[in-house]
């Protein structure tokens, strides 16, 4: 049973540019939450998506926007990148929504020169 | 609104010390506490939690953590580190469909 996949696992950009990620949930999940992890820091909740819509949200602009699909699958996308989006950013899937019980995916590490 | 503090950014242990990482919670409802581990260039992974069921909770790799209302807190131990213990761990509350918050980590350190 494969776990939370992520690509790529890792990604150089240049300020002004646009990224996606992507992320497949575990087989059985319906939910999948995004983090971002900044160096020395701990995760920080980006979005989480639910039955293709985002259902929550924590404290980050506009620029980051996600989608997720009727497989369950999920982007991540940043537009008009700052050096200080450079961090890992992780998937976490789950079922129904609730984060009891959140399986992470290894990361996305994410460089803007 | 919940948040989540984990005292002591490093801590260092020697082989067969027991490990004591320090996590303290502030929540509005009674809360699920979580602690992960994550190892170099890999993602979280969890260790144990607490969703109001038994205080003392077992984890995987000889991981404990017992749940004290009365300090808030949520404190991790094991009994002899091993130098496959260094790591960071992160502790971590939420409750139903809230989003889980993390603290800023404990990078643990085990010499021989």
């Known amino acids: 049973d494969a776990g939370v996949t992520q690509s790529p696992t890792h990604l150089i950009k240049t300020r002004g540019q646009q990224v996606t990620l992507r992320c497949s949930p575990k087989s059985g999940h319906d939910t999948v939450s995004w983090y971002q992890q900044a160096l020395g820091q701990g995760p920080q909740f980006i979005f989480q998506y639910y039955e293709e819509e985002e259902r929550q949200r924590g404290n980050f602009p506009d620029r980051f926007s996600g989608h997720q699909y009727p497989n369950y699958s999920s982007e991540l996308n940043v537009n008009a990148l700052l050096l200080g989006d450079s961090a890992l950013y992780l998937c976490?899937?789950?079922?129904?929504?609730?984060?009891?019980?959140?399986?992470f995916g290894s990361g996305t590490q994410l460089s803007v020169l | 609104a919940q948040s989540v503090t984990q005292l002591g950014s490093h801590v260092s242990v020697s082989e067969g010390a027991l490990v004591l990482l320090r996590c303290n919670y502030s929540?509005?409802?009674?809360?699920?506490l979580f602690w992960y581990v994550q190892y170099p260039n890999q993602g979280l992974q969890l260790l144990l939690k607490y969703t109001s069921a038994a205080t003392l909770v077992k984890g995987i790799n000889g991981f404990e953590a017992e749940f004290k209302k009365s300090e808030t807190s949520f404190h991790l131990t094991k009994p002899s580190a091993h130098m496959s213990d260094a790591a960071e761990y992160f502790c971590?509350?939420?409750?139903?469909?809230?989003?889980?918050?993390f603290g800023a980590g404990t990078r643990l350190a085990v010499h021989p």
């Open positions: 976490a899937s789950s079922r129904n929504r609730l984060n009891e019980k959140l399986f």
């Open positions: 971590a509350v939420t409750r139903g469909y809230n989003k889980l918050i």
């Open positions: 929540s509005s409802v009674p809360p699920y």
